[in-house]
Each structure stands twice: as C-alpha cells, then as structure tokens.
C-alpha cells in the first residue's frame, strides 16, 4: 500500500455538508460525481497529500443509507492507494482478509476500487483503490 488516498465520510445531504466542510477545510469542494453501482452522490476535496470524500445516498436503499440509519454520519471508510489492485487483492486473500468483492470495480475519482470486510479490519472498512489507466 502506498499511502491513504482518501477518507470516506458519509453525510445524509451534500448541500449542506459541502459547505460545512468548505468552511472547516477552507477549501473549495473541487469535484462531485454520481456512482450508480454504489447508489452514492460523492463531493471531493483536497488537504495537502490527503482526500476527503463526502458520500451522499441516492436512495433508502443505498449502502451509505443503512449505514447513517445504523451509525449515523461519519466516518464510512478509509482508502489506500495500491499499486496493482489485482496483485493487493490476492495479498490480502493470501494473508486471511475478507475481501467484499472477487474482483475490481469501478468506484468514484477514476479509481478501481475493492473493499475489505470490517469485521476482519477491527471494525474499519479498508478500501483499495488504484488509478484506472
């Protein structure tokens, strides 16, 4: 794994936490995009080396719905960049970790991306991500 590429924080509305995080950051909000597969609205932002990706449901029945219905909001997830997902992905398999998908799918910011179960993780849910080329 190279660094953290981004954390993941699931808010119930983008037009009010956009704004909030500009403020709080004191940076503009450089991106926002909609992942159908995941049912999520996504607003990016950018502080030195490090991103932070606000997630947003599209509906009661998306991923980040349950979850700010069971936590409420917060932090979702944490995302490393990788190298080589494919080869990370087998790493990890090789070393016990629960993967939540057999292979990379596309995921927001042009990124391949790959999840690890929480409950093999202490509770955190790792994201894998690499630069689709």
């Known amino acids: ?18 704004p909030l995080f500009e403020k709080l950051l004191n940076s503009p909000c ?21 991103k932070i990706e606000l997630l947003e449901s599209t509906g009661p029945d998306g991923v980040i719905a349950r979850f700010i219905e069971k936590k409420g909001e917060g932090l979702h997830h944490i995302a490393f960049e990788v190298v080589d997902i494919e080869k990370e992905m087998q790493r990890l398999k090789n070393e016990g970790f629960v993967l939540l998908n057999d292979k990379p799918k596309p995921g927001a910011d042009n990124k391949l991306v790959c999840f690890l179960h929480p409950k093999h993780t202490n509770g955190v849910l790792i994201e894998l991500c690499m630069e689709r080329k």
């Open 30 to 50: 450089y991106k926002t995009e909609q992942v159908e597969t995941e049912k999520v609205n996504t607003a990016f932002f950018k502080q030195g080396e490090t």
């Open 1 to 18: 794994m190279q660094k953290v590429e981004h954390l993941g924080i699931a808010v119930k509305n983008l037009q009010i936490s956009v």
